[in-house]
């Protein structure tokens, strides 16, 4: 499709177990977030990317966390040792260069964690 | 650092009238801009309306306006006409440009519309 892809849409998980959430951006875009959102509450940044350089990490909320985009396409946010306050919707969106900077997003992971 | 402000948790709008959705943020990098997104309890992000800091008028968007007032800080969101279907949460958010081109969201407002 030619929207933001997120997978997988559902994901439940044991506390202690390593997720791995997938973000497909839409083709050419070189910008790209991800967000964390808890129930009823604004997305919260976590982290960017420009290309498959990380520009911004500064809201992964601990080293448990971990993002990439080796080829500065397609990303993986990593979550190592889930923990019960992980429980979230992790949202990833894109944007154009040089454009107002829109961003587009998916549909998001809901994360529960057991 | 970058800040939203969306000062009303939750609004009531009676069918068919207008509604104000407030926004302030506060940025020391001069261009900016500032946006505003829909989100359904279906959960999708839908993006209404945008705003540059450098624009001189007000954007406008169908239904959608926003209150632009750059030495206050400020940028409300105004929907005419509500209508049922404009039931959601509402965020406003801003990307800097020079500093680092983060993006940030507001809490959110929770508009709920009385048929």
């Known amino acids: 499709g030619a929207g933001v892809s997120q997978s997988p849409r559902y994901k439940v998980a044991k506390r202690g177990q390593d997720v791995a959430l997938r973000c497909d951006p839409i083709?050419?875009?070189?910008?790209l977030f991800w967000y964390q959102q808890a129930l009823g509450q604004g997305p919260e940044f976590l982290t960017y990317?420009?290309?498959?350089?990380?520009?911004?990490k500064s809201g992964l909320p601990s080293d448990r966390f971990f993002a990439e985009r080796p080829e500065g396409s397609v990303s993986t946010l990593k979550i190592q040792r889930t923990q019960q306050e992980d429980s979230a919707v992790y949202l990833c969106?894109?944007?154009?260069?040089?454009?107002?900077?829109?961003?587009?997003f998916g549909e998001g992971s809901r994360l529960t964690v057991l | 650092a970058q800040k939203i402000t969306q000062t009303q948790p939750g609004m009531f709008v009676q069918e068919k009238e207008a509604v104000t959705l407030d926004c302030t943020y506060d940025?020391?990098?001069?261009?900016?801009?500032l946006f505003w997104y829909k989100q359904p309890s279906s959960g999708e992000m839908i993006f209404l309306i945008y705003q540059g800091s450098y624009d001189q008028q007000n954007a406008t968007e169908g239904r959608y306006s926003l209150n632009f007032q750059k030495a206050r800080k400020s940028a409300n969101l105004v929907i005419s006409a509500s209508q049922l279907g404009d039931s959601a949460m509402y965020f406003c958010?801003?990307?800097?440009?020079?500093?680092?081109?983060?993006?940030?969201f507001g809490p959110g407002t929770r508009l709920s519309v009385l048929p």
């Open positions: 969106a894109s944007s154009r260069q040089g454009s107002t900077g829109e961003l587009f």
């Open positions: 083709s050419g875009h070189v910008s």
């Open positions: 958010a801003m990307r800097e440009y020079n500093y680092g081109q983060n993006f940030v």
């Open positions: 990317f420009q290309n498959e350089a990380q520009l911004d």
């Open positions: 940025t020391s990098d001069p261009s900016y801009g």
